[in-house]
């Protein structure tokens, strides 16, 4: 009998090894290897980095309903591999053309569903694609045991969650933009994703909070792991969740089932009802992305995936599309003097605005809320202080554009007419606010309005959104994405608010997913003991030079100048460098840095370089190695912190060197940054 069960036993062991699957894909380098395990209907994956592997076990999967049949099961029927190998052209990025190249392995499963994954030398993503019937996701699961301490995860119990190696990264750190407000998860699907970070082992989590992405994990040795998705088009965006002691788990708004008006000035959807599942798929669908980025924290600064793994551009002449600087009214709240008339929303204070904006040649002005009548979500009854057609025209001819500022149902209710009407006027594009979701039906939103507005030559700007996920490549008439806590949070923050620690977080965290208008420009500058909060003349925290270098650390196309043309008149050898400055690029390379410390990023454009830095409160020297530029360096032009600008925030030096040394030494003040602006033979 004994013999007869150790018999039983080994034939169970035997037809469960026959009946795993495994399956390995290298980056082309060799450096990441993710191995793919395929068992009882079920499918998990691991990703070595550098021979150490970084997570045990990360099951996917997905819920679906074709046909009337409901399907979990992971059953791959065929594989198929290719490298892929190219260039693609980023015109409105950090530079002009990027690299593609990664390893690609599809799994075929049943009921025309596939896996996709992808690996680059940077990072390992993966996506599912859709060929069959219509149907419904109820569900997607992605459940990720990053901490090496923590428990077997109930869903993948039946597998070996240790057979993929005994020497994982403590990934004990995560940097996640984690909602405080809510103890229920409905509650938090509408959001203006603008939280600061949470710096907390996973653990402690709190496991009724979502993260929305981009979520960073610390590693050892300095190595990181940025969590983001792309190719985000028509499906919900993906949150994450401490669901087991350190054990992440993914969640989707499910999909809306009524919406009514409401909401600021009565402009937006708000969702009163929602289903029983998170979307609707038609024939032939591609899902986003899931992106793993790996590598140091200015590895992962410089990482290209989430734009890499977009889709394709779906606006063929862009010859049109015009990036630039935006001079501002809303932060500084129409704060002009030295005039004769009363500032405010009124023809007086626009065309002062777009005389101040033609004079240092500035491509925008941005008319904000106001110009439109507030509460009626009409974008035809124009306030009657506001001639806009003559604005409009007068701007023309002092070469400047104007963008219009539009409430989210406002813009959608009539958005073809809407297009067409202020595109034939001449209004050169659009800042579209308070979405404030991304559930599948506000997620389409942002396609429908890029499309119509590439439609009619018209430029985007999405405020109240969540993070751009590859959108700018496939729609790059949408130059920006706020999705980030920036300068405007200046106006109400209590002084507790560390934006020097934040500005020293997002360009490796946030900025990882795409552009952001953060609106720097600040002309009154608040050191760490006297920033105070102030709607009608607000300041910002840290130097003046931090808000200058934020110019060159952060990527926006479209980038306000926040300030008044008052304050910027008062300098304006000052405001004319920053009104120089570009906002696209064709090389970019961060130089050092640490998430929450400092960086330090150079970017060219031609032939003129430009390095930018900033530091958290702490004050720190820099020592900048220029190898590659400095043989053919002919002039530095170089702002750094003034001598007194741990008191004064405003206190600069601006100076100029026609002979360097190839390492330059920069002492930056508590909260401060520089600029060098490099010119080349």
Partial sequence: MKKALLLLAAIAVALAALAQKEYSLSSPNGRLVATIVCQQGGMSFSVEYDNRFLSPTTVIGLRYEQGGKIFDKMTVRKVSRRTIDETIPSPFTRQATMRNHCNE???????????????????????????????????????????????????????????????????????????????????????????????????????????????????EQGIKMCITESALLDYPGMYMRNFADGMLECQHAPLPRTVEQGGHNNLQLLVRERENYIAHMDRSKVFPWRIMMVGT??????????????????????????????????????????????????N????????????????????????????????????????????????????????????????????????????????KGFKIDFMDRDDQLAVDFYRRAAEMCAKYHLVVDFHGAFKPAGFTRTYPNVLNFEGVFGLEQMKWAPTTVDQMRYDCQIPFIRQ???????????????????????????????????????YIVLESPLNMMCDSPTHYDKEPDYTRFVASLPTVWDETHVLQGEVGEYIVTARRKGKTWYIGGITNWTARDV???????????????????????HRRGSDYRHETHRVVLPVMTIHMAPGGGFVAKITTE
């Fill in 105 to 219: 392995m599809t799994l075929t499963l049943r009921e025309g569903l596939s896996v996709v994954f992808r690996a680059y030398d940077n990072g390992l993503a993966y996506r599912y694609v859709w060929e069959g019937k219509p149907g419904k996701v109820f569900n997607e699961v992605a459940q990720c045991c990053y901490n090496a301490d923590s428990a077997t995860v109930p869903y993948v119990s039946q597998f070996d969650s240790t057979a993929f190696g005994s020497e994982p990264f403590v990934l004990s750190l995560a940097w996640t933009p984690q909602s405080e407000k809510w103890k229920s998860f409905y509650p938090q699907y509408s959001s203006s994703f603008e939280n600061q970070y949470t710096t907390l082992p996973l653990r402690k989590l709190d496991p009724r909070r979502l993260c929305f992405l981009p979520l960073m994990l610390h590693g």
């Fill in 297 to 346: 924290a200015t590895e992962i600064a410089m990482n290209n995936m989430s734009y890499l793994l977009a889709e394709p551009p779906r606006v063929e002449d862009t010859s049109w599309i015009k990036p630039g600087k935006v001079a501002w009214d809303w932060w500084n709240c129409f704060n002009i003097s030295g005039v004769d008339f009363e500032a405010g929303i009124n």
């Fill in 348 to 427: 007086d204070t626009y065309k002062h605005y777009i005389d101040f904006a033609s004079k240092y040649g500035i491509e925008y002005v941005i008319l904000d809320e106001g110009w439109a009548v507030n509460g009626k979500a009409d974008l035809f009854q124009v306030v009657p202080e506001i001639d806009l057609p003559m604005l409009v025209n007068y701007a023309k001819e002092r070469n400047v554009g104007i963008i219009l500022w539009a409430g989210y149902y406002a813009f959608d209710r009539d958005m073809e007419h809407v297009c067409q009407h202020y595109s034939q006027m001449g209004v």
């Fill in 512 to 550: 990882a997913a795409g552009p952001m208008d953060y609106t720097q420009g600040a002309m009154l500058n608040g050191g760490r003991w006297n920033y105070h909060p102030c709607w009608m003349e607000p300041m910002s925290q840290g130097t003046r030079c931090h808000q200058l270098a934020l």
């Fill in 623 to 645: 020592n900048i190695v220029l190898p590659l530029i400095s043989l053919n360096i002919r002039n530095i032009e170089l702002y750094t912190d003034g001598i007194n600008a």
